[in-house]
């Protein structure tokens, strides 16, 4: 696994085009958009608000967490550091890149967390225990 920080993660803007008639915005994701080939795209919805979804780390792949609708917190940490990031604007996603943990919860009524991801699911990228993770960044 990749020893990353929380500083290795960082706020993607995606392009916002803003209808001049006031019919509203579109965003388009491109490949120069993206820091990594997309190969799989998921997308979470009618999580409950006292629900959170993630509780692991990936070794190997990388994430770009998008609001379509609504808002939610990403709580990240790094095994030294700890920081939540509030995701609430569709234009503006969270690139996490592997060896981060990561949390999501706070979801606001009718929020859409679209995923895309660098890699197809495989499961032994997980770290699904903290102490695990843990000990891996070590």
């Known amino acids: 696994m990749k020893n990353t920080?929380?500083?290795s993660t960082r706020i993607i803007e995606i392009p916002k085009i803003e209808d001049p008639k006031g019919r509203g915005n579109l965003s388009v994701i491109e490949k120069d958009c993206v820091p990594f080939?997309?190969?799989?795209?998921?997308?979470?919805?009618?999580?409950p608000s006292?629900?959170?979804?993630?509780?692991?780390?990936?070794?190997?792949l990388q994430q770009l967490l998008l609001p379509l609708s609504g808002s939610f917190d990403v709580m990240l940490k790094d095994g030294k550091e700890t920081k939540t990031i509030t995701l609430n604007k569709p234009n503006k996603g969270?690139?996490?890149v592997p060896g981060i943990w990561r949390?999501?919860?706070?979801?606001?009524?009718?929020a859409v967390c679209l995923v895309l991801a660098s890699e197809v699911y495989k499961e032994d990228d997980y770290i699904y225990d903290f102490?695990?993770?843990i000990a891996a960044k070590k």
């Open 5 to 7: 920080t929380i500083a």
């Open 37 to 47: 080939d997309i190969k799989r795209v998921y997308y979470l919805y009618d999580v």
């Open 50 to 60: 006292t629900s959170y979804r993630g509780g692991h780390a990936h070794k190997e």
């Open 94 to 96: 969270l690139l996490i």
């Open 103 to 110: 949390e999501l919860d706070n979801f606001s009524s009718g």
């Open 131 to 133: 102490e695990d993770f």
